[in-house]
């Protein structure tokens, strides 16, 4: 008799593990997943096997930043501007907070890009880490190819609903935190200025390195 309750109590055990694994994974996001106003119209219909795509990059020290400093590595991006004076702030603070959080965590980094890169040279972005708090090993902030960053915010990381071709009028503006796992897929969105969002990616970054 005590084997058989035995048994049914590590059965159960087992299957409330199961699920509460199952309900703790995170959902892959591909382009038909997302608000067709945020993707391109080439890529609306993909349904699968959606990465972030190669990117280069120039980071607050001058180093070339690619997809291979964060091969193997989750990490937070966001698109900002230094002389931003309203949500970019917030967004920023709530990043270094994220940083914080983990700052012994080997596999988890961050990345930001400039969405005016004319004006946010390597000496500015320079500045600005430092007063922002940036560990230069966990977080990338980056300035770069017009064109190519905001082609990466519209047909890669899907930050933005704005059309447009990244020339001189072109502007974006996004609270858009998006994170990304090892295997280089989006596996969740979040209002970089929200607090409960906040406290959400901290968890799902936990989430993706168990």
């Not at 915010?153 to 009028?169: H, I, M, N, T």
Request: aromatic share 10%; glycine share 4%; hydrophobic share 35%.
């Amino acid at each position: 008799m005590k084997v058989s309750c035995l048994i049914i109590f590590f059965t159960l055990t087992l299957l409330t593990s199961c699920k509460n694994n199952k309900e703790k994974l995170l959902p892959v996001y591909n382009p038909a997943n997302f608000n067709p106003e945020l993707v391109d119209s080439s890529l609306r219909n993909k349904t699968e096997y959606h990465t972030v795509s190669d990117f280069k990059l120039i980071n607050q020290n001058g180093d070339t930043i690619t997809q291979n400093d964060y091969k193997d590595k989750i990490y937070v991006t966001d698109f900002f501007f230094t002389r931003c004076g309203t949500i970019c702030p917030i967004m920023t603070s709530n990043m270094a907070l994220i940083q914080q959080e983990f700052i012994n965590a080997s596999d988890v980094m961050f990345l930001s890009l400039s969405v005016t890169p004319e004006i946010d040279s390597i000496s500015v972005l320079r500045a600005y880490a430092n007063y922002k708090g940036v560990i230069d090993s966990k977080w990338n902030i980056t300035t770069g190819d017009k064109k190519h960053i905001y082609n990466l915010a519209r047909k890669s990381y899907f930050a933005v609903v704005q059309k447009g071709d990244g020339d001189l009028q072109d502007f974006i503006h996004t609270p858009n935190f998006i994170l990304v796992d090892k295997e280089k897929q989006i596996r969740g969105i979040y209002d970089g200025t929200d607090n409960d969002d906040i406290k959400q990616i901290i968890q799902d970054i936990r989430i993706l390195q168990n």
